[in-house]
């Protein structure tokens, strides 16, 4: 049994069916959604209009690639990272994540934005024979590094879609039965909580949870080697793509909780999201931060200390050259800031602290996707040179800038057409909750008893 604070949790309790008319009906709501929609839509297709324009003029420079692969190792370790936190919690029974799970699946739709990304940032690498990979010059793997990536990419996306999807499937019965709709009719599957059913989706669930984790490291491998490593002379580093995926870990779960918030106080949902996930997830973000100073130190440390000729250039480019301020930032934002903030208990106790911690997490992994990656396509050129000057920081250019803001609008017009068809909170594990929750008096107050069955 598990006691907390009746006040972390919403302010009455509710019947399941309360829950199942009240998250429904806010399926219906409008506000001002149809004008967000309408300038996401602008947004995205300006960034998809820069992009195509790029990719169909035929050669480019390749630092005006340098700001597109940064969005999308941003995208991929911030968006695609947060479905983790829901498989984790499922496998672990952590039902203080259950009121955040849902946000946290449904940015696994952000694959529908880094694919195409991803697939035109591959079609503009330059000559890869020759160059120093992770597919060994293209001799061992006959279509790399185009063919594998693709393959890795869409794997995790497909694996994000169904998570969604097959979690989905109670709740749009829900609103089948609740509602009338047709659609939602259509994808539930015939869908009625049968005893098979419900065991089938509880081990679907986490089978795709357990792909889409072990599957998450590799799509960072392939990103930070083919997308960065391999551009840059004489860098070989097995830390740098455990570095790529933890900080990556570390800013999915930080989006997760900004996105919560929103959800929260934009949406009205304060009686559902309570304290505790906020709690509960601030304490595994002081641990991913103290990983990441350590993948950050291990980086650093041995070609510090080795400074032959290869690594000297590599450190001016990456870390101690123009870049040094983007590489300051970076660890502020990702580490010392956190760090301070996130070791007092008041301010992980809430749920606006760990959610502004999540956002300074995410500015700092934004930044350092910039530093990695648009020095490596700055630096890209013939196989085979050195280094001999650093390139300086370009900044971004009204293209640069359209694809960045394009591809977040795409994600949010995602984001939000999926919460037009699915309740912002997953009904059907909600509902365990109450079920499992009772009050009870504990000295001169009350506290929630959730069981948690074996």
Known sequence: MKMTEAANHHAAIQTPEEVTHDLLGRLR????????????VLLAAAGAVRL?????????????????????????????????????SRLAKGYWAIPIRR?????????????????????????WRGRVSI???????????????TIA????????????????????????????SRLAGILALGWHGRGRQWAVLSTGIILLGGFYLMWFPYVHL??????????????????????????????????????????????GLERYI??????????ILLGLTLLFFYFTWAEFLPIWYGRTPEEIGLIGTLMLGPFLPLMVGSFVLNFIAPFVLLIWNPIRKSAMGPALVGLIIVIGNFVDRVRIYVASWSVAGPVGQEITTYPPIRPPQVGDIAIIVGALAALGLLYIAALRVLPPISLWEYKTTLLLRAERRFGRTEVGVVAKPR
């Not at 709501?29 to 996401?40: D, K, P």
């Not at 169909?56 to 690639?65: E, R, V």
């Not at 869409?154 to 509602?179: E, F, M, N």
């Open 29 to 40: 709501a409008t506000g001002g959604v149809w004008l967000a929609f309408i300038l996401l």
């Open 52 to 88: 195509s324009i790029m990719a169909a003029s035929g050669p480019q420079p390749l630092t005006n690639w340098g700001y597109a692969a940064a969005t999308l190792a941003f995208l991929v370790s911030t968006a695609q990272a947060a479905p983790i936190l829901s498989f984790a």
């Open 103 to 127: 946000a946290s699946d449904l940015l696994g739709i952000s694959g529908i934005v880094t694919t195409p990304l991803f697939i035109v940032l591959l079609l503009a690498l330059p000559d």
């Open 135 to 149: 597919w060994n010059a293209n001799e061992t793997w006959p279509g790399a590094p185009f063919v594998w990536d």
């Open 153 to 180: 990419i869409l794997l995790l996306t497909v694996a994000g879609l169904a998570i969604i999807y097959v979690g989905s499937l109670p709740d749009l019965a829900a609103a089948r039965d609740v509602h009338g």
């Open 222 to 267: 392939f990103v930070v080697s083919d997308l960065g490593m391999a551009l840059v002379p004489g860098w070989k580093s097995s830390l740098m793509p455990p570095y790529h995926a933890v900080a990556g870990l570390q800013a999915g779960l930080s989006t997760a909780l900004v996105i919560s918030l929103v959800l929260r106080r934009v949406a």
């Open 274 to 283: 309570g304290i505790d996930p906020f709690w509960g997830a601030s304490k």
